[in-house]
């Protein structure tokens, strides 16, 4: 039936993903007064009574957000959690129910799934998170996950991304682009053993990295921290898909500019020396990597000295007025535009 | 990796999806006082004050679901909503938000996914429910959809599976076995044509049958229409499976037995006539053809009165002690014991 049309065909790459979201749900109109805010941010917020609840969902898929060559089933079902709760963190939220839905196919027999499952389960019990339900299917081809995480905030502590305004610090949790390189330690090792598989895996050197990817923590204790510290962001999001990518919809949804400071990046010694060995730029790595699962978000500036000296935060820039555009400042005081696949190497 | 270890295998078809579910959630214990209800019924329910909230989710996979060669995509992104939206009807709640993930390959042009979206929409604005969140992903096969349905109820309007006592009557909304047979003449069709491309499919006779199966509704009516009797079910569920496997779901969760008498099931005239042109035994399709996506549950005898003379429901039986177990009494007085595959026809 779809192979019989031919008329007009526009082709989903060109749009890309985002471009692709806002298409389909430009003309949605919320008419419960439940629904405080609907696509568009890392949750959904809904508002029953005093509290308002938080939802958010992902879908991961083998052969496109997991290789099961080196992801590990029990570490997958653990990462699979943590990208969702992720997101109701990254809404100052508490994480509080999870479903899990689940397509197999059927190469996979019981024990992988209970592997899974495992992962799963520990991602609940460490995280003070109900599975509460959820759905599982046959696949015809592969594995596929859907889960989605509902969690809870009072509704003066949300945080959106439409908050950030000029002079605001830029603010980034823990460090950033291992997850990345751990996926090229991977990738190498997985090339290595094809080629002999008699060959014992060399992982020592990169064992944060490496866990980075393959086990990472969603930061539950930012929201926390951050009420100790008494400190509301302006605005926060997670960090996914890179920090560049993060950092503009953070501008564009609040309609302002910034400067990331390129010497101000927290990374870790071993994303350093792993940049080195595998000759990639570790700036380039830190802005596209992805899947830090750190929290990137903005303060007013009246709030530095209560953050300054904490460990778990870094300051990595400003926000600026919107005509300023969204830009990277090097070592060398140039200035970069930021792009979402990273950033324009032209310089200005 | 998976590949590699042999030991012990169990495999999942032994298990079936239920015993699946059962087997991989049954250590799961619920800590958030808002949990109220997990994993095991049409819905969670979640209390935040004074509204409980009701979240279901279901995930749809092509070739397994769904045959897109004559299920046309809007209808699709429809009745993808209406299986969510009905598993909250099932609790007698009211539905108000939807997420919806979607992974596609790269054989669908954005027009594809648009018409999907319209059916999406079109559900979304007839039962006047939000849509709030998502994800989308490139598939590396097919096409699936993962939806999740959030709706309120309050608290002593919540309807569970396991509240069926002896001497309940059960009752059935609307008709059964339709869309089963819409299936089978859409599938004949589909191998006429795969035969001739040229024959023009012959559907006048089936209207209602395809239509049961292509474009189902939810029964958004029914927690109403109860509300108006002045009734509340003492258990209830959505066919989903088919009569026989919903029916075991709330006896099993109820501690109960049943009759259902075969001579009270509420049947379309299409049914009957297409039953005999396909020569399959209506019973048997109205036990287990599913889908159909009507509401079953059970009353108190006390209700009759109200329920007696409604267009919109039919008693199809009584619930028993537990000992006498489940089963169908035929139009001839015999009595056969209920399997979630229809029924053993084994007399007794």
Same mark, same amino acid.
């Given at each position: 039936?779809?192979?019989?049309?031919?008329?007009?065909?526009?082709?989903?790459?060109?749009?890309?993903? +985002?471009?692709?979201?806002?298409?389909?749900?430009?003309?949605?109109?919320? =008419?419960?007064?439940?629904?405080?805010?609907?696509?568009?941010?890392? @949750?959904?917020?809904?508002?029953?009574?005093?509290?308002?609840? $938080?939802?958010?969902?992902?879908?991961?898929?083998?052969?496109?957000?997991?290789?099961?060559?080196? &992801?590990?089933?029990?570490?997958?079902?653990?990462?699979?959690?943590?990208?969702? $709760?992720?997101?109701?963190?990254? &809404?100052?939220?508490?994480?509080?129910?999870?479903?899990?839905?689940?397509?197999?196919?059927?190469?996979?027999?019981?024990? @992988?799934?209970?592997?899974?499952?495992?992962?799963?389960?520990?991602?609940?019990? =460490?995280?003070?998170?109900?599975?509460?339900?959820?759905? =599982?299917?046959?696949?015809?081809?592969?594995?596929?996950?859907?889960?989605?995480?509902?969690?809870?905030?009072?509704?003066?502590?949300?945080?959106?991304?439409?908050? @950030?305004?000029?002079?605001?610090?830029?603010?980034?949790?823990?460090?950033?682009?291992?997850?990345?390189?751990?996926?090229?330690? $991977?990738?190498?090792?997985?090339?290595?053993?094809?080629?002999?598989?008699?060959?014992?895996?060399?992982?020592?050197?990169?064992?944060?990295?490496?866990?980075?990817?393959?086990?990472?923590?969603?930061?539950?204790?930012?929201?926390?921290?951050?009420?100790?510290?008494?400190?509301?962001?302006?605005?926060?999001?997670?960090?996914?898909?890179?920090?560049?990518?993060?950092?503009?919809?953070?501008?564009?949804?609040?309609?302002?500019?910034?400067?990331?400071?390129?010497?101000?990046?927290?990374?870790?010694?071993?994303?350093?020396?792993?940049?080195?060995?595998?000759?990639?730029?570790?700036?380039?790595?830190?802005?596209?990597?992805?899947?830090?699962?750190?929290?990137? +978000?903005?303060?007013?500036?009246?709030?530095?000295?209560?953050?300054?000296?904490?460990?778990?935060?870094?300051?990595?820039?400003?926000?600026?007025?919107?005509?300023?555009? &969204?830009?990277?400042?090097?070592?060398?005081?140039?200035?970069?535009?930021?792009?979402?696949?990273?950033?324009?190497?032209?310089?200005?």
């Amino acid at each position: 039936m779809l192979e019989d049309k031919n008329e007009q065909r526009t082709s989903l790459a060109e749009l890309g993903e +985002f471009g692709l979201i806002k298409h389909l749900t430009d003309q949605v109109k919320l =008419t419960h007064k439940s629904s405080i805010k609907g696509v568009g941010d890392d @949750a959904a917020v809904l508002e029953f009574k005093n509290k308002q609840i $938080l939802v958010t969902t992902d879908l991961l898929i083998e052969g496109v957000h997991f290789d099961l060559s080196y &992801m590990p089933l029990k570490h997958l079902g653990y990462k699979a959690v943590m990208v969702n $709760l992720s997101d109701v963190y990254a &809404m100052n939220g508490k994480a509080t129910q999870i479903t899990v839905s689940l397509a197999v196919s059927n190469r996979f027999p019981l024990e @992988a799934i209970e592997e899974l499952y495992a992962g799963i389960h520990l991602a609940c019990k =460490t995280y003070n998170v109900d599975l509460i339900g959820g759905d =599982t299917s046959s696949s015809t081809k592969g594995l596929l996950l859907s889960i989605t995480a509902i969690g809870e905030a009072n509704k003066e502590d949300i945080v959106y991304r439409n908050g @950030a305004k000029p002079n605001d610090l830029i603010v980034v949790t823990g460090d950033l682009g291992a997850a990345y390189l751990g996926l090229q330690v $991977l990738e190498r090792e997985k090339q290595v053993f094809q080629a002999n598989p008699n060959a014992q895996p060399e992982l020592d050197n990169y064992t944060y990295l490496v866990e980075r990817q393959l086990k990472p923590e969603a930061r539950k204790d930012i929201p926390n921290l951050l009420k100790e510290l008494d400190v509301k962001p302006t605005s926060m999001i997670d960090i996914s898909d890179g920090l560049s990518s993060e950092i503009i919809h953070i501008c564009s949804q609040s309609e302002v500019g910034c400067n990331l400071f390129e010497d101000k990046f927290p990374l870790d010694p071993q994303v350093i020396s792993t940049c080195e060995e595998f000759k990639l730029d570790s700036t380039t790595v830190a802005l596209s990597g992805g899947e830090d699962y750190e929290l990137l +978000f903005t303060v007013d500036t009246a709030d530095y000295p209560k953050i300054k000296a904490n460990p778990h935060l870094t300051v990595i820039g400003h926000i600026t007025e919107k005509d300023e555009g &969204m830009n990277l400042i090097t070592r060398g005081n140039q200035k970069i535009e930021l792009t979402a696949q990273g950033w324009n190497a032209m310089l200005k």
